[in-house]
């Protein structure tokens, strides 16, 4: 994986040095600390220029699983939340929701980006469908579109989240590594917080693997995702 400098990235963003501090802290920007010092992932910033955000704050990833959870009414994550709680989650995915042709994906990025940290990978091909198969992995983005009747068919890739908790025994246990953006056959969603009613399913709600397509780099992959937002 390769890094630029935290002032490197300030000049092709036009930002502050400090701002791009702020990102990576923020979780808006993916980076790797080293000590004091912040290294921007390279790929992450080719994205960020390619497709900028929303001006929309991003939600925390809590708040981004309640909103996801009220996209799908996923019972499991609405009911345990309290009354107001449970409004807010609602009021912000009708958001999401108000345009029934063509939804704004530049929102649903913004708002959503915090709910899990990427993780780009190499996979030995002949291990990708054990991974799949893993009760730690829940299928999404690309390994989860047929299912709500996406026209995709990816042949030797895997997309996912797993747990915080579980990253390191099935990096370990895959024989993952990290790759490039053009290299990575797995994309795994790390969660930390929030998000844990997800892992009671095999695959992914609808509103959770269209906030994954929307993500993806192809036009066929994106088209998908917003399709399938606006089908919600």
Known sequence: ??????????ARLKVSPRRVRQLLKDGGLAGHRVGETWLVVAD??????????????????????????????????????SPPARSRA?????????????IDSNEWRSALRRRAELHRLYAHPGVVADLLADRRVV??????AQYYGADLVVLGGAEGYVRASDLDNVLHQYALSAASKADANVWLRVVSEGGDWLFRYRVAPASVVAADLMEREGSRDHAAGVRLGAAL
Do not use: F, N
């Not at 994986?1 to 300030?10: F, H, I, R, W």
């Not at 900028?52 to 809590?62: C, F």
């Not at 609602?90 to 063509?102: D, I, V």
């Not at 299928?139 to 989860?144: K, L, R, V």
């Open 1 to 10: 994986m390769q890094y630029v400098s935290v002032a490197e990235a300030a």
């Open 139 to 144: 299928c999404s983005g690309i390994s989860a």
């Open 44 to 81: 992450e910033l080719e994205s960020r220029l390619e497709s900028p955000p929303s001006s929309g704050r991003p939600l925390s990833s809590t708040s981004a699983w309640d909103v996801l959870a009220a996209l799908s009414e996923v019972d499991e994550g609405l009911e345990p939340l």
């Open 90 to 102: 609602r009021s912000r995915a009708k958001q999401l929701r108000r345009h029934s042709s063509g």
